[in-house]
Nanobody
Framework: QVQVVESGGGSEQTGGSLRLSCTAS????????VGWFRQVPGGKREGVAA???????KYGDTVKGRFTISKDNAREIVYLEMNSLRPEDSGTYYC???????????????????????WGKGTLVTISS
């Protein structure tokens, strides 16, 4: 069983930065595809960023140029660096993991979301104006 844990959420002002971290244990970390998703109460979960074991990276349209996902296999951690934050970036951020060696370069986020096997409990991000 893979355990996924997010950390790093909190409150920030518009224009600020936050870094989220995701750790996953229970499998060979460098084989993971890892995705970040976010959701606001009553809203649909939205794909933010994802990175697969081949180094392919995908970003949601609303975060391109502001967020950066990175994967440190040696430390077994994935980061989501979030810059130029906006109030609409607020929400609960979930980290999810897939262990099936998928390639994400041609996949939409809605399909990536369905493929993810293991999910963390989420970390809350609140951006004030």
């Amino acid at each position: 069983q893979v355990q996924v844990v997010e950390s790093g959420g909190g409150s920030e002002q518009t224009g600020g930065s936050l870094r989220l971290s995701c750790t996953a244990s229970g499998y060979t970390f460098d084989r993971y595809c890892v995705g970040w998703f976010r959701q606001v109460p009553g809203g649909k979960r939205e794909g933010v960023a994802a990175i697969d074991s081949f180094g392919n990276i995908k970003y949601g349209d609303t975060v391109k140029g502001r967020f950066t996902i990175s994967k440190d296999n040696a430390r077994e951690i994935v980061y989501l660096e979030m810059n130029s934050l906006r109030p609409e970036d607020s929400g609960t951020y979930y980290c999810a993991v897939d262990t099936s060696l998928i390639r994400i370069d041609s996949l939409r986020f809605d399909l990536i979301e369905k493929i993810m096997d293991y999910w963390g409990k989420g970390t809350l991000v609140t951006i004030s104006s």
